[in-house]
DNA sequence: ACCAGATCGAGAGCAGTGCTCTCGTTTCGT
DNA sequence: ACGAAACGAGAGCACTGCTCTCGATCTGGT
């Protein structure tokens, strides 16, 4: 074994204490986070806290690939705790999961999927993880498909040029899956992110207290039009 | 007639200059607003500027209702140029309009829909507005069921305290209108609001070029989901 | 065991920000 | 015509991200 130096597990100790640390103050503060601020709380100078990362931008993204990754094992121990021979069920573990996480760290869910930063490019490293949470939906739909659970709906609905772009998408996602059903479980996705943004962001009107009732039927519908078997 | 002085007219001229200059400022460098910059372009100097706005906050508000109404105004007109009869035709083109709203102003757009920054609450002044594209949305549906083209849905596959929610709402926004129906209203604003979001922040994969083709079939299926009839 | 070189934290400093206060000047209502 | 209100400019405060320098500490190879 490579017998980590002294100075290595330091600095990896320290990494972690930055970024935990940096995860507090997005809590309270918000996206604007400010390095100054994170640096005081560890009793450093702000100078010391770029020898462990470069910019505030690149801090930003190592708590963006965190907070991917653990959204994505989130929905994804959430689907392998279900019923595997049952789609619906598969679906509302995985979509009630997404919003469980989301619901529990607001900061972080608007840091993923809040308004970007105009000049912020995501990194090659955000892309995978982000794809996590919407691979396990598809997944979901692919298994009840392959179990003859969920029956293709007609291809004849796509145009032409759609329906190629989906191909493309789908040899790569999920190869088989038909494009109208890709379609379908792309609709699902949004509407999950737009159901948790709209609850965590405020656009929920004030008189629905119920708002664990509404989301399950929120994403009931989607499964209808998904064609889960119920 | 109250004859404005010369002083309430400059006034109002720099209250929409200010206005106009931050909007251009904002497309290009996004939610981080300069008061400074915006000052500078003017040719006054940053303290000026609070002659017209309390606050930073109080500029971003004013651009926010703003945007809001000029983005209601927007699919209103949209559906009220569609064949008062076809509520689908209505239906794509209310959602139509607001994703070349958006498109051809993202900025703004996130600015409206994108994650709100923590310490700031909406303003009174922006519920109203906020409320004017999913009203459009609602009444088509409406009108829809009052001409008997449109089948309400059955009332059972609300749990009764998610029922009494949408009831309250519906007393509110559009008296009559059945709760489930009301549901899947307000799941084709969340869908809309996603579909747009995730075309504008770059969560769309980079292998689907047809855009317009895909957010129209998108928007087909949730017109499916309200049963309006083709 | 030693020493050159890498690594680290502290401090000063720069340019930028929102915002406040003061001070003359201009305009308004009476 | 005059007091009061509105206005623009400027200085200044506290804050930000970030850079640079300067000692102190640790590391790996000889």
């Known amino acids: 074994m490579p017998a980590p130096s002294i100075r290595a597990r330091v600095r990896a100790e320290m990494l972690?204490?930055?970024k935990a640390v940096a995860r507090r103050h997005l809590a309270t503060d918000g996206?604007?986070?400010?390095?100054r601020a994170v640096a005081r709380d560890m009793g450093m100078v702000s100078s010391a806290l770029y020898r462990y990362f470069p910019s505030r931008?690149?801090?930003l993204t190592a708590l963006i690939v965190e907070a991917y990754d653990a959204l994505g094992a989130a929905v994804e121990a959430?689907?392998?705790g279900a019923d595997r021979l049952d789609p619906r069920g598969r679906w509302h573990a995985a979509c009630r999961?997404?919003?469980?996480?989301?619901?529990?760290r607001p900061a972080e869910y608007a840091l993923l999927y809040g308004s970007p930063v105009p000049g912020y490019a995501a990194p090659a490293d955000t892309l995978g993880p982000a794809m996590r949470p919407p691979a396990v939906l598809v997944?979901?739909?692919?298994?009840?498909?392959a179990a003859g659970?969920?029956?293709a709906p007609d291809p004849g609905e796509l145009p032409e040029p759609l329906r190629a772009d989906l191909a493309e998408i789908a040899a790569a996602l999920a190869p088989g899956l038909p494009e109208a059903?890709?379609?379908?479980?792309?609709?699902?996705?949004?509407?999950l992110f737009g159901l948790i943004s709209f609850e965590l962001f405020g656009r929920i009107d004030r008189t629905l207290p119920h708002r664990a009732e509404y989301f399950a039927h929120q994403t009931d519908l989607m499964a209808d039009l998904l064609g889960l078997p119920r």
């Open 16 to 18: 972690d204490e930055i």
């Open 31 to 35: 996206a604007n986070l400010s390095l």
């Open 57 to 59: 931008d690149d801090l």
């Open 78 to 80: 959430a689907d392998a």
């Open 97 to 104: 999961a997404a919003r469980d996480w989301a619901l529990a």
């Open 139 to 145: 997944g979901i739909v692919r298994d009840g498909l």
């Open 149 to 151: 659970r969920i029956a």
């Open 181 to 191: 059903l890709l379609a379908r479980c792309m609709a699902g996705w949004t509407q």
